[in-house]
């Protein structure tokens, strides 16, 4: 493998994807439809898990677009506040900042509306502009699902992970989003593409199936890691994480029981976490368990990028058993 490219920036983890405001309700229990007063947060799986990783005290950057409007403006500055670097954020004059609202029915009902038309600005991410040298320099480098879903976004994704290739972990978060693509089966070609260059996949047995083509936790694992990935992260929501590496080593990690306020958001608090284990040099377990305990704490409080725990937070739930 070729030396690396010691004039790159170097950071703990770089993610690439999608980006947006994120507007929800200030009422729980309340159709979208009489809602009066919404909250306004940074959104979008790449910049949370950015912002996740983050708050976990870990350099982080994003690799997204945005609108030439005010609310492009909004999310550099929330991007910033958060501490991640925002270098690779750039403008899209002809599409504007996504917004995404959701509604708001605990324990388990949380319906997102995303407002991504003609075409959302992190679709636009192309791959002669991409700093592939600071993507191979990173530590971690994560991409999601939804990135394969337009050009140029998808070559430009699919170029990065095989610049990627040899240079250290790479994680794809499977991140299905059923509205933005035509149908699973259009999908899943470029899901296998992924798959051959990344080291670890992440998702949940919806996301899994869509990548596979089965859905049983232990048949997921074992397909991820056949398609060519070291660690298979299958997430099972109310009971809670498999996760099978390559060399044999398996953990199955129960939930953390909160008080459900908001479930959107646990996803990328616990991709954040996970990073911050890996980095950290934890066995399987113990990573299952941290980022069990930071998705569910976000999964307790009502914003997404705001809500990301601290070590010490997750650290508490982890000892005490409550938030």
């Known amino acids: 493998m070729a030396e690396p490219d010691r004039s790159a920036p170097s950071f703990d983890l770089i993610t690439m994807g999608r980006i947006g405001v994120d507007l929800y309700p200030l009422q729980s229990g309340v159709p979208l439809a009489d809602v009066e007063t919404f909250g306004k947060f940074l959104g979008g799986s790449a910049a949370n898990v950015a912002v996740a990783a983050a708050r976990q005290g870990r350099t982080a950057a994003v690799i ?35 917004v995404t609202f959701c509604e708001v029915f605990p324990p388990d009902d949380f319906p997102l ?18 700093d592939l040298a600071a993507v191979r ?40 989003r059923p509205m933005f693509w035509r149908d699973t089966g259009t999908a899943r070609p470029y899901y296998a593409e992924a798959l051959r260059h990344a080291t670890v996949a992440v998702g949940n047995l919806e996301e899994c199936a869509v990548a596979t083509g089965v859905s049983a936790p232990w ?43 908001n479930g959107l958001g ?48 997750v650290d508490r739930l982890l000892t005490r058993g409550a938030p």
């Open 137 to 176: 320099a990173a530590r971690v480098f994560w991409v999601t699902g939804t990135g394969l879903s337009e050009e140029p976004s998808r070559s430009a994704t699919l170029a990065a992970l095989e610049a990627r290739a040899g240079a250290g972990t790479a994680v794809f978060d499977l991140d299905w």
């Open 219 to 261: 048949a997921c694992a074992e397909a991820l890691l056949s398609a060519g990935v070291e660690l298979a992260v299958v997430k099972l929501g109310p009971r809670g994480v498999l996760a099978v590496h390559r060399d044999g080593t398996t953990a199955e990690v129960p939930p953390v029981r909160v008080e459900v306020v």
């Open 113 to 130: 509306y995303f407002y991504r038309r003609p075409k959302a600005p992190d679709l636009e991410i192309r791959a002669e502009e991409l």
């Open 64 to 98: 997204t677009r945005t609108g030439d409007d005010p609310f492009g403006v909004y999310l550099h500055r929330a991007l910033k506040e958060f501490g991640v670097d925002d270098r690779w954020v750039t403008p899209v004059a002809a599409y504007p900042t996504p």
């Open 266 to 313: 646990a996803g990328d608090a616990f991709g954040g976490a996970l990073c911050h284990g890996l980095l950290s040099g934890w066995e399987l377990e113990r990573i299952m368990r941290y980022a069990n305990a930071a998705g569910a704490l976000v999964a307790s409080r009502l914003a997404c990028s705001s809500a990301m725990p601290t070590p010490a937070e």
